[in-house]
């Protein structure tokens, strides 16, 4: 085999797609290691979600202090959170503050959308192509793009008709946008949809909410953190994120082992209504160990957060709408909520059932339905992402022989680990499709840091060329489906199983996560590196 030429004849070591939670961290990993690296980023500062997603009402759902980076306890020590779950510019501001902790920007192009990467074969190298035109060559390319960076528009005749002002929510403007006395139409009620609703129909003239799904959500009750709780919490970091090793899906909740129908119906009802007064994910994560897998088990969830529903908004028909019928309760991710229903009891908010009353056009004075035509001075889509494989098509991925990975993954994605794609070699994916989601960043740390110990050994050993092998892929996209069957999410159209309406060809479900405990993802992860790569294709 002819011999390649040595790193130094690239522009860099390592190339890293985005300059979120992931790429930061794994830029300074690969900074540890004495890798020229590089990252390019699309926006004009680091926090990828946190970035982009500035809308009113933002902010994530796991508990704060089991949210930020655990790596470093300086961070730890210096960083104070205010509130148990963080709004977007305050988490944002997390983002920057590590950012200027680590000195990363140096090594961050921003302003730098990337189009293509190619890869060498001869030169075992790939080759990165911005949207301005210039390229870079790079022997490992490291994609840190997100499972939900990609937003998604409706597919609505006329959408680039209205006059007025309009905003797709992972798209806000950075300026203030003002609502007072404004006619505002919100399209869709996902997570984003909920966040936003609750947070500006106090604001607004009137607010018309377009419903195609209704969604289950729970309360997140959230509150300030005060002093006393503050030093309690830093005190508690190394129980804190030990806690979130142990638990199925990284956050500080775990299953409750009993079952839904082990448990009087009085222990069951008081049982719901504890989780259902607590912060945050307890009542989706630290739930009955079978609500998400036994039909007869979540109908009782699901029944008791209907009753919730129906007592928290006075109009019932209004509340029917607002309660599905076509998925159990957190069969799909849960929204939590801060007094959302209770939005739909003010006299300038109203509800339309597009399942009902479909949208036929955007007008270029508002939205008409098959019932009626509705003028509006700004329409916000909270119509989503194109999730998990959607950050993926948008940039023309093409490995050994030319391959393009969308062509490789047209029945949806094969992968192993999660991490590497047969075909593609020297290229590693951050949180890619069929790894553990949950609590994303303390899944981002171990990804980050296995690919690290990749790259390290690489190094030590002179490697050029990682590849998984078709076998290593086969078997983990087989297991990957395997753990998925008998879960009531898998029965459910979702993101979480690829589905999109608003995106062609995305009407299949298909497997794009995985279904199992991180601490078993994590086991098999490291069982790979304790064989010292050999289930990769090395030289």
Excluded at 181 to 210: C, D, S
Excluded at 220 to 237: F, M, P, R, V, W
Aim: glycine share 8%; proline share 4%.
């Amino acid at each position: 085999m002819t011999a390649s030429p040595p790193n130094s004849a690239l522009d860099f070591d390592a190339i890293i797609i985005g300059a979120g939670l992931s790429g930061m961290y794994q830029l300074y990993r690969l900074r540890e290691l004495g890798l020229r690296t590089r990252v390019f980023e699309a926006g004009t500062d680091v926090g990828g979600t946190w970035y982009w997603n500035r809308y009113p009402g933002a902010r994530f759902d796991s508990e704060s202090y089991s949210y930020g980076f655990s790596f470093s306890k300086e961070l730890l020590e210096e960083w104070e959170w205010s509130e148990h779950f963080a709004g977007q510019p305050e988490t944002l501001r997390y983002c920057n503050f590590v950012a200027d902790k680590l000195d990363l920007r140096r090594d961050i192009q921003f302003r730098s959308r990337v189009t293509s990467a190619i890869y060498n074969e001869d030169t075992r190298s790939w080759r990165i192509t911005l949207e301005d035109g210039s390229a870079f060559t790079c022997r490992f390319l490291v994609t840190a793009i997100g499972p939900l960076s990609t937003p998604t528009l409706p597919r609505i005749e006329g959408r680039d008709s209205f006059k007025g002002q309009a905003f797709h929510t992972a798209r806000w403007p950075k300026e203030p946008v003002d609502f007072a006395g404004k006619r505002v139409a919100v399209i869709g009620t996902g997570a984003t949809g909920i966040q936003t609703i609750q947070t500006i129909a106090a604001e607004v003239g009137h607010l018309t909410v377009f419903q195609r799904t209704a969604n289950w959500a729970a309360p997140l009750h959230n509150g300030k953190i005060d002093a006393e709780t503050q030093a309690k919490i830093k005190a508690s970091y190394p129980e804190i994120f030990a806690r979130c090793q142990e638990t199925f899906a990284c956050f500080i909740h775990t299953p409750d082992p009993r079952g839904a129908f082990e448990v009087s119906d009085a222990e069951r009802e008081a049982h719901y209504e504890k989780l259902y007064g607590e912060r945050g994910f307890g009542i989706w994560q630290g739930n009955f160990r079978d609500i998400l897998i036994d039909k007869a088990a979540n109908a009782t969830i699901s029944d008791f957060i209907a009753r919730k529903i129906r007592e928290r908004v006075k109009d019932q028909k209004t509340a029917e709408k607002l309660i599905p019928k076509n998925h159990g309760f957190g069969t799909r991710r849960l929204p939590l909520e801060t007094f959302y229903y209770e939005v739909y009891n003010r006299p300038n908010v109203e509800l339309v059932d597009i399942s009902e009353t479909p949208i036929e056009r955007i007008t270029p004075k508002g939205i008409k339905t098959s019932e009626k035509e509705y003028e509006f001075d700004i329409i916000i889509y909270a119509t989503g992402f194109d999730a998990i494989t959607g950050s993926f098509d948008r940039i023309d991925f093409r490995g050994a022989g030319g391959l393009k990975l969308k062509d490789a993954w047209k029945s949806g994605p094969e992968t192993y680990l999660g991490l590497m794609v047969h075909g593609f070699p020297n290229m590693i994916m951050v949180m890619g499709p069929h790894t553990a989601l949950g609590n994303i960043p303390r899944s981002i740390e171990y990804s980050v840091d296995w690919v690290t110990g990749l790259m390290r050994f690489a190094r030590d050993k002179g490697l050029t060329r990682l590849e998984a092998t078709p076998e290593g892929v086969k078997d983990w996209t087989d297991h990957v489906k395997e753990i998925g069957v008998g879960l009531l999410s898998y029965e459910v159209d979702s993101w979480m199983t690829g589905i999109n309406r608003n995106v062609e060809g995305k009407t299949t479900r298909i497997v794009a996560r995985y279904a199992g405990s991180a601490p078993d993802y994590r086991a098999r992860c490291d069982e790979v590196a304790a064989k010292g790569y050999s289930e990769l294709t090395l030289a």
